[in-house]
T-cell receptor, first 114, second 111 residues
């Protein structure tokens, strides 16, 4: 069972507001990720991190930013939300072990911008 | 570039077996995974297989890997209504950050 937590699970905010989606994992994984997924659709990697003070942009361009000050914490921030940001955001982390580089996901944060 | 393909829909009757198929293009893939996603939730790891294995069984789940054809399948025995979900196939190469996910197969189980 994966120990990766996202808050809030559901959020409705107005256009122009600043929002931070929180993600924490207790597994000590170095690598963490943010994916964006429209309902039932494919996953798009928007940010990843190899470890503390390491952040990289993913394959899908995103106006969001991330930070990695602590191993267990990888928050995602939108400075000025727009309706086009409405989506589900999935946080994940992965291990580097001989038994498999398994990636584990949180339950997701559903963001609606009105 | 790397790609993972899955059929979009599968419908089966309760109690039957389901077989969900996936093809991938990256010959350097090290690990292959199956995830389940229920509505409004994240992806739940079901099982994984190393690229040097042909088969893995875990209770009702059987994973078959044909490395020559780059084909992966997930068989669910005695499918239940609770198995209705979207199933994602994914692959990665050891040491990279990159996980390639398929578009997901929507499994509908009819009572």
């Amino acid at each position: 069972e994966a120990d990766i937590y996202q808050t809030p699970r559901y959020l409705v905010i107005g256009t122009g507001k600043k929002i931070t989606l929180e993600c924490s994992q207790t597994m000590g994984h170095d690598k963490m990720y943010w994916y964006q997924q429209d309902p039932g659709m494919e996953l798009h990697l928007i940010h990843y991190s190899y470890g503390v003070n390491s952040t990289e942009k993913g394959d899908l361009s995103s106006e969001s930013t991330v930070s990695r000050i602590r191993t267990e914490h990888f928050p995602l921030t939108l400075e000025s939300a727009r309706p086009s940001h409405t989506s589900q955001y999935l946080c994940a982390s992965s291990e580097d072990r001989y038994s498999g580089n398994t990636i584990y996901f949180g339950e997701g944060s559903w963001l609606t911008v009105v | 570039g790397e790609d993972v393909e899955q059929s979009l829909f599968l419908s089966v009757r309760e109690g039957d077996s389901s077989v969900i198929n996936c093809t991938y293009t990256d010959s350097s893939s090290t690990y292959l995974y199956w995830y389940k996603q229920e509505p409004g939730a994240g992806l739940q790891l079901l099982t994984y297989i190393f690229s040097n294995m042909d088969m893995k069984q875990d209770q009702r789940l059987t994973v078959l890997l044909n490395k020559k054809d780059k084909h992966l399948s997930l068989r669910i025995a005695d499918t239940q209504t609770g198995d209705s979900a979207i199933y994602f196939c994914a692959e990665t190469t050891a040491g990279t950050y990159k996980y390639i996910f398929g578009t997901g197969t929507r499994l509908k189980v009819l009572a």
